[in-house]
Every structure is written in structure tokens, then in C-alpha cells.
């Protein structure tokens, strides 16, 4: 399993995560679950929805001239997101 590092922008707040995962599509999951509504500044119920669905659905964008660094961006109606998503090998 490698570990995953989420660093999330949201309405002029930084949020970051980790997880344990042994693909990206299942570590975006996994964040997701442990991303909690009471913890992100402007965040609701509804829009945690609409940023699960638009992450899940997005495409991976790798970063240019990295390894195991992409992008996911998500324009929910609270505002637009961008993730970065770091893989370090174990």
C-alpha cells in the first residue's frame, strides 16, 4: 500500500489529509470518508455531496515534470476546490 497526501483549497483555507491506499481511485474514497463537514470552514452537508460526486468523477490530472503528483479541481456551488494529491511509496 502506498500513502496518499491530500492538500485541499477551499474558500481561503488549506486542509490536509492522509491515507493508506493501494490505488488512487480508492485512496480519493478513502479521503472522502475522513473528510468531515464540521472541520472545513464553509463546507455543508450538501456541498460535501456535490464535492464527493465531482472529486469521484474527476479525472486524475498528473502534473507536469513530477511522480505521483496530480490535480483534481471541483466547482461546487459553495465555491471551487483544487486538490492536489501527493503518492509516497512505503
Do not use: P
Amino acid at each position: 500500500m502506498a500513502l496518499y497526501t491530500f492538500i485541499m483549497e477551499y474558500r481561503g483555507g488549506t486542509y490536509i489529509a492522509q491515507v493508506n491506499a493501494a490505488a488512487l481511485q480508492k485512496a480519493k474514497q478513502k479521503w472522502l470518508a475522513v473528510l468531515k463537514v464540521d472541520e472545513v470552514k464553509h463546507l455543508g452537508v450538501k456541498m460535501k455531496e456535490e464535492l464527493d460526486k465531482e472529486i469521484m468523477n474527476d479525472s486524475n490530472i498528473a502534473i507536469n515534470n513530477t511522480t505521483n503528483v496530480w490535480i483534481n479541481c471541483a466547482s461546487i456551488k459553495g465555491g471551487f476546490v483544487i486538490v492536489h494529491i501527493i503518492k509516497t511509496e512505503k
